[in-house]
């Protein structure tokens, strides 16, 4: 079964310091991946996305994520984090599931906070 | 125009009782579906459709239903809720449900069953 995994659950960074948040993602074939944020009491902001091609892809406010096929994942990355990125970051697959290619799986999500 | 809009933001409900949770877009969007997140969880998809009169199951249907009887909305409906219900549901909807396509998510109601 399709399956997304964020292993860390928590993640504290200094103002300034690069960022590296992980995900691993089950799927069959070649996924649709996507990073999604998550700003306290807010709806879902999407971040980037990857269908197929480069697999450096640019997302908002100056994010980043690199697909590699060999490690089945998607991490995120940041060159310098600003305190208003401390949010909950969410990767998925949109797998097809129930039917719908539009459908998303979630990993459990990556709460960063970040230090001044 | 105001993209994916959810009524009500936060709710307060006993066992047993019943509601609707709405869901409104205005970007002439196919596809919406339901999630609900849970503390650890991520989001899951509760119930999905891709177009007016077309709806499915997602992962975590039982105790929802939900219609579509028009392109622009999407209710949830709780028909006797239970405490395992006390969630934040999100409505969401893209132009046509294929992956390449922008979900835009709503703000998401806070539901609390007691």
């Known amino acids: 079964a399709q399956s997304v995994t964020q292993p860390d659950i928590h993640i504290t960074v200094s103002e300034g310091a690069s960022l590296e948040l992980r995900c691993n993602y089950s799927?069959?074939?070649?996924?649709?991946l996507f990073w999604y944020v998550q700003s306290p009491g807010q709806g879902l902001q999407l971040l980037l996305k990857?269908?197929?091609?480069?697999?450096l892809v640019q997302g908002i406010k100056g994010f980043e994520a690199e697909f590699k096929r060999s490690q089945s994942s998607f991490n995120l990355r940041k060159p310098s984090v600003h305190w208003s990125d401390a949010a909950e970051y969410f990767c998925?697959?949109?797998?097809?599931?129930?039917?719908?290619?539009?459908?998303?799986?979630f990993g459990k999500g990556t709460k960063l906070s970040v230090k001044p | 125009n105001a993209g994916v809009t959810q009524t009500p933001k936060f709710q307060v409900l006993k066992t047993g009782q019943s509601m609707t949770l709405q869901c409104a877009q205005d970007m002439n969007h196919e596809y919406m579906s339901w999630y609900r997140q849970d503390p650890g969880m991520g989001l899951r998809l509760i119930h999905y459709?891709?177009?007016?009169?077309?709806?499915d199951q997602g992962e975590v249907p039982n105790g929802y239903n939900v219609s579509r009887s028009t392109t622009e909305d999407f209710p949830l409906r709780l028909l006797s809720a239970a405490p395992s219900q006390t969630s934040v549901y999100f409505c969401?909807?893209?132009?046509?449900?294929?992956?390449?396509?922008?979900?835009?998510f709503g703000p998401g109601t806070r539901l609390t069953v007691l």
């Open positions: 990857y269908f197929s091609g480069d697999t």
């Open positions: 969401a909807s893209s132009y046509s449900g294929l992956p390449e396509d922008t979900q835009y």
């Open positions: 998925a697959v949109g797998a097809g599931y129930g039917g719908s290619q539009g459908n998303l799986i």
């Open positions: 799927y069959g074939a070649t996924p649709y």
């Open positions: 459709s891709v177009g007016a009169g077309i709806t």
